[in-house]
């Protein structure tokens, strides 16, 4: 899948910017220490309003997904995996799974990597997940 346009205004531009640097950046409240995504302008936990954006890790663990088979625009070929990634820092991001040899093998619970990609209509660079590979022995 490659998006249609990247949103760098307001609350996301440093995300976004974080994105064409190949970093994944998140936002923080330092007033009651967690991490916000998507980004907001004040914090939904506390209130906060002093917010910063941070460095994350770029491993995490598909918590939810779903293989999409309608496209919702000339942009998005399909088929694709959609996936809520539960990164190993502590936050959640929803973003696209590269799996596109073989759908089947996304499950809840699969170990991913960041990667970048360009979107489709040429607006930035989007983050990306693939698939690490298994640690011990093989079905097979």
């Not at 490659?2 to 970093?23: K, L, M, Q, V």
């Not at 950046?25 to 002093?50: A, F, K, N, T």
């Not at 460095?55 to 918590?63: A, D, E, I, R």
Request: with cysteine.
């Amino acid at each position: 899948m490659t998006a249609t346009e990247t949103n760098t205004s307001d609350y996301a531009a440093p995300f976004w910017r974080g994105c064409e640097r190949g970093e994944l950046l998140v936002q923080y409240c330092g007033h009651c220490d967690r991490r916000i995504s998507p980004p907001e302008p004040m914090c939904p936990h506390c209130i906060g309003s002093e917010l910063t954006w941070i460095p994350s890790k770029h491993t995490g663990t598909v918590y939810s997904y779903s293989v999409v088979h309608r496209s919702p625009g000339p942009n998005f070929p399909t088929p694709y995996v959609l996936a809520v990634i539960d990164m190993d820092d502590g936050w959640s991001l929803l973003a696209n799974v590269d799996d596109r040899s073989d759908l089947g093998t996304v499950t809840c619970g699969s170990r991913v990597q960041l990667s970048f990609t360009a979107a489709g209509d040429g607006s930035g660079i989007i983050p990306i997940f693939r698939l690490q590979p298994k640690k011990g022995c093989s079905s097979k």
